[in-house]
């Protein structure tokens, strides 16, 4: 249901939308998982400047998340969302992308500490990364 009311809004071109469908689609939030496809709806917000999209590119290029590990792409949306956010007064911004990631909770699954893997997979989908919801 939430799923198909953001899809509408998604294609329309709204930003926030697009983003919300990206991180749906990544985590598997209301249909199954798809990270090729949220890659694509994170993109499609992050040109109309949506520093989270933004973000959520820097954070996929930097781990390698269904996309070619690229750190210098990672670094290229990390600074465009650095730059872009004072749009967005509850943006976070970080020292750096590596900190952006480690504060995140966006490790490698072989570093999780007990609980991550599971907040990861069931949580993070709406309530986010860092605890910060989406929604």
Known sequence: MTYAKFLARARAGDAVSQNLLGFMLFFGEGMAKNRAEAHRWFHAAAEQGNVRAQRNLAVMHYLGAAVPRDLEEAERYFRLARENADADPQF???????????????????????????????CAGCHGLNGIAVY
């Open 92 to 122: 976070r911004v970080y020292g750096s992308i590596g900190e952006l990631v480690e504060r995140g909770g966006a490790v490698v699954k072989s570093e999780q500490r007990p609980g991550e893997a599971g907040y990861l997979t069931f």
